[in-house]
């Protein structure tokens, strides 16, 4: 299983991002998939998880900003960035959970300026 994150980049703070995640099979034979950012000089954390029943969880710091959803008929995971502050800014990473082992995306970068 592949994973490719895309949708990074630079924004304004108070800005909007959506990031997606492909997966190279179909994302419904994971229990469950997230997202994790890591910032510079700091370890990686997560942002948010979703289960293959649609059960939601979400770093405290960043509920009502953040909203993360899969499309089982694109095998794509999304994370809806909005408000977005400088303290954002890190390598997004997105995970998969397999059942017998993780797979991780490549990253994709989001630099949110002040």
Do not use: H
Request: with cysteine.
């Amino acid at each position: 299983v592949q994973l490719q994150a895309s949708g990074g980049g630079l924004v304004q703070a108070g800005g909007s991002l959506i990031l997606s995640c492909k997966a190279s099979g179909s994302i419904a034979s994971f229990s469950a998939m997230g997202w994790y950012r890591q910032a510079p000089e700091k370890q990686r954390e997560l942002v948010a998880t979703i289960t293959s029943r649609g059960l939601t969880n979400y770093a405290d710091s960043l509920k009502g900003r953040f909203t993360i959803s899969g499309d089982n008929a694109q095998n794509t995971l999304s994370l809806q960035m909005n408000s977005l502050k400088p303290e954002d800014t890190g390598v997004y990473y997105c995970k998969a959970t397999g059942w017998i082992r993780d797979y991780w995306g490549q990253g994709t970068l989001v630099t949110v300026s002040s």
